[in-house]
């Protein structure tokens, strides 16, 4: 189940805004604040179907973000997201 406002539980909220809007080797710092989010999909979802290009968002970079969207160019991303979190976590 979605979140619809999510911020509020992002890891990334106690972070200065501007840790995660770096280039290069810092990106990969960045991205670390993301690993445990609890709502780094929904994150990362905000930021595919917005095609927001600055910034590591849900634990990706702007070039990562950039190769899903060139592969699925209209996809809903938050239903594909929600898709497979569900499938994940489905019993097999």
């Known amino acids: 189940m979605w979140v619809e406002d999510w911020t509020p539980k992002a890891a990334c909220r106690v972070e200065q805004p501007d840790a ?3 280039r ?3 990106q990969n710092k960045a991205k ?3 690993s445990g989010c609890a709502v780094r999909t929904e994150c990362l ?3 595919l179907d917005n095609q927001i290009e600055w910034g590591v968002w ?3 970079t702007e070039r990562e973000r950039r190769a ?4 699925k160019p209209s996809a809903s991303w ?3 997201l929600e898709a497979a979190r569900i499938k994940d976590h489905t019993p097999a």
């Open 20 to 22: 995660l809007f770096v």
């Open 45 to 47: 979802a905000e930021a």
């Open 68 to 71: 899903l969207l060139r592969r």
């Open 78 to 80: 938050r239903s594909v």
């Open 32 to 34: 670390q604040v993301c």
């Open 24 to 26: 290069g080797a810092e």
């Open 58 to 60: 849900g634990g990706m």
